[in-house]
């Protein structure tokens, strides 16, 4: 049985933890085989980069990256409101909502990562974006700028990713992360394990006190 997890606040992946971000990545690249090469070309992209560079210029040369072209990432970008959050993302954050500081830490450009916080529906405390911290996931300071925000230790607040690099930037930090792998992606080899690891939001309810 999962033990709950005593933090008072949670920190969430946005684009791939609580957004389904994987259905308008296929749909913009013309088909799922396609949408998941340019995904990994882009997170490929995103780990080996550091510093920031617009968020947008990435996306465009992992489309070229992963043969596809310009057109496909603006098809991207013209579909950014259709974003829509998982079956069971609202349920498990109004659940959350009033026992924790809730808030997103997401490899985006300010414009776009508020408006992809939006199709949430749920109004975050904290919101940092990889343009606003100046670097992308998992470099460590997109998180360390979150628990600033929030004036916690790492200790304090706890990471639900949606990738398992995130489990590479939360270690550094100090945070335990409990992974919502919804694709049932491969864990990074290089990355630690999550605390635990489930394939929906509502199933990693019991682990919060």
Not at 3 to 32: E, K, M, N, Y
Not at 88 to 106: I, N, S
Not at 118 to 138: D, L
């Amino acid at each position: 049985m999962a033990l709950p997890i005593a933090a008072d606040a949670v920190l969430f992946d946005l684009l791939t933890a609580l957004l389904d971000s994987w259905t308008v990545w296929d749909r913009a690249a013309g088909g799922r085989d396609d949408g998941r090469r340019w995904r990994a070309a882009y997170l490929e992209l995103t780990y080996g980069c550091g510093a920031y560079r617009p968020y947008e210029t990435l996306v465009r040369e992992a489309a070229q990256a992963a043969g596809l072209g310009e057109r496909h990432a603006a098809a991207l970008e013209a579909a950014w409101d259709e974003l829509a959050p998982w079956d069971d993302a609202r349920e498990v954050l109004g659940q959350l909502a009033g026992r924790y500081r809730l808030g997103v830490v997401t490899n985006c450009s300010e414009r776009l990562g508020r408006r992809a916080a939006r199709a949430v529906g749920i109004p975050f405390e904290v919101m940092v974006t990889s343009e606003r911290a100046g670097f992308y996931k998992p470099d460590p300071a997109p998180y360390r700028l979150a628990l600033a925000d929030l004036g916690l230790p790492p200790g304090r607040a706890w990471f639900v990713a949606g990738s398992g690099f995130d489990l590479i930037g939360t270690a550094a930090v100090g945070m335990r992360t409990l992974w919502h792998n919804r694709a049932g992606i491969a864990r990074p080899p290089q990355a630690p394990a999550p605390h635990a690891e489930r394939r929906t939001l509502r199933e990693l309810l019991p682990f919060f006190a």
